[in-house]
């Protein structure tokens, strides 16, 4: 079993950042690759970006591709999200999930999953 949880959301103007973090419970969290997927609303579930369990790997959507870097440290059980020029269009809760294996953009191929931060970006 793995909890998340999920912060440093907030309010930024367009173009500023926000550094979005999730903690992870559990002794074999690099086991795990981690997700970050984005819920507008009345909008389906969006992939953002995922990284390997060892960080050797990321993959990102087109819509964040140079804008957005996932990280993370296996030491600390935490996953990030930097985010920068952010867009209003980035406006959602921001939630991360876990999956045993290789990296997925695919929301169903997610075991565990966060409550969510908001993000709002400002015009």
């Known amino acids: 079993q793995v909890q998340l949880v999920e912060s440093g959301g907030g309010l930024v103007q367009a173009g500023g950042s926000l550094r979005l973090s999730c903690a992870a419970s559990?002794?074999?969290?690099?086991?795990?690759?981690m997700g970050w997927f984005r819920q507008a609303p009345g909008k389906e579930r969006e992939f953002v970006g995922t990284?390997?369990?060892?960080?050797?790997?990321?993959y990102y959507a087109d819509s964040v591709k140079g804008r957005f870097t996932i990280s993370r440290d296996n030491t600390k059980n935490t996953v990030y999200l930097q985010m920068n020029s952010l867009k209003p269009e980035d406006t959602a809760l921001y939630l991360c999930?876990?999956?045993?294996?290789?990296?997925?953009?695919?929301?169903?191929?997610?075991?565990?999953w966060g409550q969510g931060t908001q993000v709002t970006v400002s015009s």
């Open positions: 999930a876990a999956r045993r294996g290789f990296l997925s953009a695919t929301p169903q191929a997610y075991e565990y």
């Open positions: 559990g002794r074999t969290f690099s086991s795990y690759a």
């Open positions: 990284i390997t369990g060892t960080a050797g790997s990321t």
